[in-house]
């Protein structure tokens, strides 16, 4: 199994919170195929050419791909559990589904040097884009949100949080599934509430951030709510990379995104929060803070990106007619045969496609090694073999 948490297999999705975020959402024009691919092929070049002159502003993007723009890209199987935001309607409060094919989080510590990537991928995206979201996001004070509470505290860190937002297994291992929604509070009533009051609708301490005890914390609390657990009680987690947005002396809020290796776990929360476990017993939060956007994405390996061309439909690379060469298709029933026990990969009836797709997907096996140069599997390799080996 490919070590997730190499910086060759995953995107660089797991970093210390940045001074400055920019989270883009962008949907792609029919037609705007082939530039949507070249961005997600060329970003770590987008990166590099901006990031390397600036070294102190620790300048670092993901991508995440839709549902919709990846059928319309590849022919490889888009992941198991990638789909487009599921809308929720609780008895008063709504999250909306809204579009969104293309999704970059964009992270720095210095604002400008985040600014200028972003307008690298404008340029690269040219006349491709229909509908664009962006929002510039900041750390406010010690981690606080708009409503003057520290946000993310629980959200894991380090090896805890590579094992809770990457996926451990298969082909996508080292992906992760993207949630992003923009929440815009109502401040006036909000701090028109005692703190302490305020207190119970998050269910930690403004202050000091110390979660209240049980005995004291009410069961539709903003921490109760987004407490999660197994059948067998164990806790489940996702890793938040919340920040503040909006003007001064204009509209505030918060930007919620989340990267999970399984996105039903972000989904149960929210679903918790909106329609209520029991029903009814809603995130009291929602009453000072109305979501505007609802988004999920794909944030593939970066084995993946690096070789996305090779899965593209023949069309978005302009290759068209019969002598255009067949990509592979993953068929789930029988990827046990062409790749081992990996779970959701590429199968092919074309021996030649087989044995490029495992060449291709053995760089996440071996990180650094080209197909074709004898560190991936020959095209004498067996079906079921493992990537890499003779």
Request: hydrophobic share 35%; glycine share 10%; aromatic share 8%.
């Amino acid at each position: 199994m490919p070590d997730i948490s190499s910086a060759d297999v995953s995107q660089t999705v797991i970093l210390p919170q940045s001074k400055d975020a920019m989270f883009i959402t962008v949907t792609i024009k029919e037609g705007g195929e082939a530039a949507a691919l070249q961005v997600i092929t060329g970003l770590s070049g987008l990166v590099n050419g901006v990031g390397f002159r600036w070294p102190s502003a620790h300048l670092s993007a993901v991508v995440g791909i839709g549902a919709k723009l990846w059928d319309r890209l590849f022919v490889v199987e888009k992941p198991e559990l990638l789909h487009e935001f599921i809308e929720l309607q609780g008895a008063k409060h709504h999250a909306p589904s809204t579009p969104g094919d293309l999704f970059f989080h964009i992270r720095s510590d210095e604002f400008d040097v985040a600014f200028e990537l972003a307008r690298r991928i404008n340029n690269a995206l040219a006349d491709a884009v229909e509908e664009v979201d962006e929002v510039h996001a900041f750390r406010f004070q010690d981690f606080r949100d708009p409503l003057g509470f520290v946000d993310g505290t629980e959200s894991p860190r380090g090896d805890e949080g590579r094992a809770v937002a990457l996926v451990r297994d298969g082909v996508w291992a080292g992906g992760s599934y993207i949630v992003a929604q923009k929440y815009t509070h109502d401040l006036r009533a909000w701090n028109d509430l005692p703190v302490e009051e305020q207190e119970k609708v998050i269910g930690r301490t403004k202050h000091s951030d110390i979660e209240l005890d049980e005995d004291e914390k009410p069961s539709n609390s903003h921490v109760a709510v987004n407490s999660v657990e197994d059948e067998d009680g164990n806790g489940l987690e996702i890793v938040r990379n919340n920040l503040t947005f909006g003007s001064a002396l204009g509209e505030q809020g918060t930007y919620f995104m989340s990267y999970a290796r399984d996105v039903r776990v972000t989904e149960l929360m929210l679903r918790r929060m909106f329609i209520g476990e029991p029903e009814g017993n809603y995130d009291r939060i929602l009453d000072y803070s109305t979501a505007q956007t609802g988004v999920n994405f794909f944030a593939p390996p970066r084995a993946f990106m690096d070789n996305a061309a090779d899965f593209a439909r023949p069309e978005v690379k302009g290759e068209d007619g019969p002598g255009a060469a067949t990509q592979p298709a993953i068929d789930l029933p029988r990827g046990k045969e062409v790749f081992g026990d990996r779970g959701n990969v590429p199968v092919s009836h074309n021996a030649e496609d087989v044995r490029r797709a495992r060449e291709i997907y053995s760089l996440a096996l071996k990180p650094g090694a080209e197909p074709g140069t004898g560190s991936g599997t020959g095209s004498g390799a067996e079906p079921g073999a493992e990537p890499g080996t003779e």
